[in-house]
């Protein structure tokens, strides 16, 4: 009988023990998230009154998980800084200098990103949809699995990696009517597009040689005129896409899907130096 009860004492105790772990754990956890979100809360109130004062430079600031949605955020430097997982949707970064800095997973949904600058900036996971990036410099960015649903992409990313990207329904054609500078237009050069989706994108009169569209998914695109000499296409889906006028000198289409149902495959040029 008295083992019986040293036992469950014995169990009890320990029951009581874990409880109390993990109450303890969850109190400093909630408390830790609490005080991290207010510290980010402070932070992002103490740029905006710096910006207020006139400070432009926030280079090398570590800026991670800061709230700066709707800000105005015109030429500000924050070249080297680190903002991954911030919220810069809705803000105005038009000229922004953003060159070396690490973005992973920053929410720039409907961002002004006008000729802002993000050359060799890490975007990995970043989301940009419905995004404005006109004259914008992507070139050599790490932009694996972004998302630009919607975004208006007229601008630089040569040599940049959109392994895995987001790219539905994205504007990157030459706007024909409002061309008052000259043919603008999205310059895909040595560009990673390995498994991106560009379903329903428009690539018109787009740059793309020796871009890498390895197994992308370019159903419904349109690449009309699209410079895409030296490309590879091997195993893309061009079901229904529009290729009326593409320059596929020396490109790789083999395997690709969809063929028949292709638009203007009998205007496309330098076809017969492409391998099908």
């Given at each position: 009988?008295?083992?019986?009860?040293?036992?469950?004492?014995?169990?009890?105790?320990?029951?009581?023990?874990?409880?109390?772990?993990?109450?303890?754990?969850?109190?400093?956890?909630?408390?830790?998230?609490?005080?991290?979100?207010?510290?980010?809360?402070?932070?992002?109130?103490?740029?905006?009154?710096?910006?207020?004062?006139?400070?432009?430079?926030?280079?090398?600031?570590?800026?991670?998980?800061?709230?700066?949605?709707?800000?105005?955020?015109?030429?500000?430097?924050?070249?080297?800084?680190?903002?991954?997982?911030?919220?810069?949707?809705?803000?105005?970064?038009?000229?922004?200098?953003?060159?070396?800095?690490?973005?992973?997973?920053?929410?720039?949904?409907?961002?002004?990103?006008?000729?802002?600058?993000?050359?060799?900036?890490?975007?990995?996971?970043?989301?940009?949809?419905?995004?404005?990036?006109?004259?914008?410099?992507?070139?050599?960015?790490?932009?694996?699995?972004?998302?630009?649903?919607?975004?208006?992409?007229?601008?630089?990313?040569?040599?940049?990696?959109?392994?895995?990207?987001?790219?539905?329904?994205?504007?990157?054609?030459?706007?024909?009517?409002?061309?008052?500078?000259?043919?603008?237009?999205?310059?895909?050069?040595?560009?990673?597009?390995?498994?991106?989706?560009?379903?329903?994108?428009?690539?018109?009169?787009?740059?793309?040689?020796?871009?890498?569209?390895?197994?992308?998914?370019?159903?419904?695109?349109?690449?009309?005129?699209?410079?895409?000499?030296?490309?590879?296409?091997?195993?893309?889906?061009?079901?229904?896409?529009?290729?009326?006028?593409?320059?596929?000198?020396?490109?790789?289409?083999?395997?690709i899907k969809g063929r028949d149902t292709i638009k203007g495959l009998d205007t496309v040029r330098n076809a017969?130096?492409?391998?099908?």
């Amino acid at each position: 009988m008295t083992l019986n009860i040293f036992f469950s004492l014995r169990k009890f105790c320990v029951s009581s023990c874990k409880a109390f772990i993990i109450t303890l754990f969850v109190t400093m956890s909630s408390s830790h998230a609490a005080h991290s979100t207010a510290q980010k809360d402070v932070i992002a109130a103490q740029i905006l009154e710096q910006i207020k004062s006139g400070v432009r430079d926030f280079s090398g600031r570590e800026l991670s998980g800061v709230n700066l949605s709707g800000a105005d955020l015109n030429s500000l430097n924050f070249r080297g800084s680190k903002l991954d997982a911030a919220n810069l949707s809705g803000a105005n970064l038009r000229g922004a200098e953003f060159q070396g800095a690490s973005l992973k997973g920053v929410n720039l949904t409907e961002t002004n990103l006008d000729v802002a600058i993000f050359r060799s900036a890490n975007l990995a996971g970043a989301n940009l949809s419905r995004a404005s990036a006109h004259s914008t410099i992507f070139a050599n960015a790490d932009m694996r699995g972004a998302i630009f649903e919607g975004a208006t992409l007229v601008c630089i990313f040569d040599g940049a990696n959109l392994e895995g990207a987001n790219l539905q329904r994205a504007r990157m054609g030459a706007d024909m009517k409002n061309q008052p500078m000259g043919l603008m237009r999205v310059s895909l050069k040595k560009t990673n597009l390995r498994g991106a989706n560009l379903k329903g994108a428009d690539l018109s009169r787009a740059f793309m040689e020796f871009a890498d569209l390895t197994g992308a998914n370019l159903e419904g695109a349109i690449l009309d005129k699209a410079d895409s000499a030296g490309a590879i296409f091997a195993g893309a889906n061009l079901t229904g896409a529009d290729i009326t006028g593409i320059d596929l000198q020396s490109a790789r289409l083999i395997g690709i899907k969809g063929r028949d149902t292709i638009k203007g495959l009998d205007t496309v040029r330098n076809a017969t130096s492409a391998a099908w």
